[in-house]
């Protein structure tokens, strides 16, 4: 098992990656950083654009791993796919937000339980045009 927080998390977004590969999506771009904020990975499953969020733990005493993805990280996540969607001129694309939630309690340290909840949260509609 990785040893440090930086390490944990690098490794769950590999597990990620690999994951979504396995269960047919195309990967666009992993760790995409604007100056609003960054996005883990974004890829398409099917006709959809998906922003993925990762979260992996070694522990649930702070809760599940999903459970941090609240309202101000779902807001920042939002204005990073707005900004990826509009430079990449897909805003008529269907486009969700997913989250990846990988944790290392009770398993071999290669093989996480990596759960995959698709349309985690919607677009905050303040940032609708």
């Known amino acids: 098992m990785p040893k440090s927080n930086i390490e944990l998390g690098r490794t769950g ?22 100056r609003l904020g960054q996005i883990d990975i974004i890829a398409k499953d099917k006709d959809a654009v998906c922003f993925v969020e990762v979260k992996t733990r070694r522990t649930h005493a702070f809760g599940r791993p999903e459970e941090t993805v609240q309202a101000s990280k779902q807001r920042k996540i ?52």
Not at 13 to 34: C, D, H, M, P, W
Not at 86 to 101: E, M
Request: aromatic content about 12%.
């Open 78 to 129: 939002s204005q990073v796919a707005l900004m990826f969607l509009k430079q990449k001129k897909l805003l008529n694309s269907p486009a969700r937000f997913d989250v990846i939630s990988i944790s290392y309690i009770d398993s071999l340290p290669r093989q996480p339980k990596i759960e995959l909840k698709k349309n985690a949260f919607e677009l905050d509609s303040h940032y609708l045009y």
């Open 13 to 34: 977004e590999q597990a990620a990656v690999q994951f979504l590969k396995s269960n047919g999506y195309n990967i666009i771009n992993t760790n995409y950083r604007t």
